[in-house]
């Protein structure tokens, strides 16, 4: 489950009581329902709307998921679940306790109102939604609750399967939901983060993958890959980016649901930090500057989408550098023009600032950075790039440069400076 923030009822919002106060989009009424639960807005609407009571909304989820089941039969599941899961006002999904809820609330509704195999993939639906929510790792009521849930989630898909009616029709309706499902039983054992439990995760997210790639199913098919490949990387413990994956889903993503979705803003960030991680600095950086833009004006600022990306950009505008024998610091800027270079302990909290000779410095993997004073390449002084090798007996950074047709290079450390705020791209 996601972290909370402190803004999630209109109090805590500093909105103001009396004639202005917000209300319940459901039931009209001003303050706490008759429980004494405040009203709670956790998505992405504005100002005094989408402020709703809990109850309220899963009062208005169970109606709508009623109609959905009735006018849509099969291929109603997924708005079924919609129905609990995204703000009918702004259209984007719940976050935090809201979704946390609501989810629970929506497998509590589906397993009393739908039992009926029939019904299964609804409750399977739900479920796999579920598991996507808890945190079984830290929350030992969750771990109790995922694995009984998966359990139940195994037992409805054979149910439906032994059927004689259900059984006939499966791969032409049903098999879509055992994929999803597989592929959210593997995210819980995944999340459990144990030797047992990630070998489990890999196998169920493996036949998920299988079913989406024999039925074509080009997004859920990545998202499976792209899963594995972490699941792998856990287990081996070898990193594993798979910036190639990462990028198709952003672009699927951006094609198909928008560039201003809280999902593609997040396949996004993911982008961008798998190439910071990759030590392409300069076009991570600025790919996460462009979402943060992007979900702060779509989202606003108390948006986890937001929040998420603000704190990505914040990690990745650190500047580390190294001295000679190999201590980190991080770099915050520049002093005397340019001779010295003022530094952080990052091991120590609150350390103070340091000024070192900026001669003495090494920019470290990932650093972008700026030649200054060459002699022999004079082409490339004032042009920026990213540190992709270090190498401390040579005394040289190998450089690849932002600027189309310029060729790597290796750089002595003494003709480059970091480079703090990233000059826009028609600078």
């Not at 989408?305 to 914040?314: D, E, H, I």
Request: glycine share 6%.
């Amino acid at each position: 489950m996601t972290s909370t923030n402190n803004k999630r009822t209109a109090a805590d919002a500093g909105l103001p009581e009396g004639d202005n106060a917000p209300c319940c989009w459901v039931c009209l009424e001003e303050g706490p329902d008759k429980t004494g639960a405040p009203l709670v807005r956790d998505c992405s609407c504005r100002g005094s709307s989408g402020f709703a009571h809990l109850s309220c909304i899963i009062k208005h989820a169970e109606s709508e998921g009623r109609r959905v089941a009735m006018e849509n039969a099969e291929t109603g599941a997924a708005l079924f679940a919609k129905a609990f899961e995204y703000c009918p006002n702004c259209k984007q999904q719940y976050q935090n306790e809201v979704i946390y809820k609501l989810t629970k609330a929506a497998v509590d509704f589906t397993d009393r109102e739908y039992k009926d195999v029939t019904c299964g993939y609804l409750l399977c639906h739900t479920l796999s939604n579920r598991l996507t929510v808890i945190d079984p790792k830290n929350n030992a009521d969750d771990k109790a609750e995922g694995e009984e849930s998966c359990t139940k989630i195994l037992s409805i898909i054979e149910d439906m399967k032994c059927n004689e009616l259900l059984g006939l029709f499966w791969k032409e309706t049903y098999v879509y939901f055992e994929a999803t499902a597989y592929g959210a039983i593997g995210g819980f054992f995944m999340r459990l983060d144990t030797e047992e439990s990630l070998t489990k995760a890999k196998q169920y997210v493996e036949k998920a993958r299988d079913i989406f790639r024999e039925t074509e199913n080009e997004m859920p098919m990545l998202m499976a890959e792209k899963k594995i490949a972490s699941i792998e990387s856990k287990i081996s413990g070898e990193e594993n980016l798979c910036v190639d994956t990462l990028q198709k889903i952003y672009a699927y993503l951006q094609r198909t649901i928008g560039e201003t979705d809280p999902q593609t803003i997040g396949a996004g960030a993911d982008v961008a930090e798998a190439l910071c991680l990759s030590f392409h600095a300069i076009e991570g950086e600025r790919l996460l500057s462009k979402l943060v833009e992007l979900s702060r004006r779509v989202h606003g600022m108390d948006h986890e989408s937001t929040k998420r990306s603000m704190s990505y950009l914040q990690r990745m505008k650190e500047r580390i550098v190294i001295t000679q024998d190999g201590q980190p610091f991080i770099a915050l800027r520049y002093e005397n023009d340019g001779d010295k270079c003022i530094v952080k302990d990052p091991t120590i909290e609150d350390e103070k600032e340091t000024r070192m000779s900026a001669s003495g410095i090494i920019p470290y993997l990932g650093t972008p950075v700026v030649c200054k004073g060459l002699q022999q390449l004079t082409h490339l002084n004032g042009k920026i790039g990213d540190v992709r090798k270090v190498d401390l007996e040579e005394g040289k950074c190998q450089v690849h440069f932002q600027e189309a047709g310029l060729e790597h290079a290796k750089i002595k450390f003494n003709h480059l400076r970091v480079v703090f705020d990233l000059p826009p791209l028609d600078a």
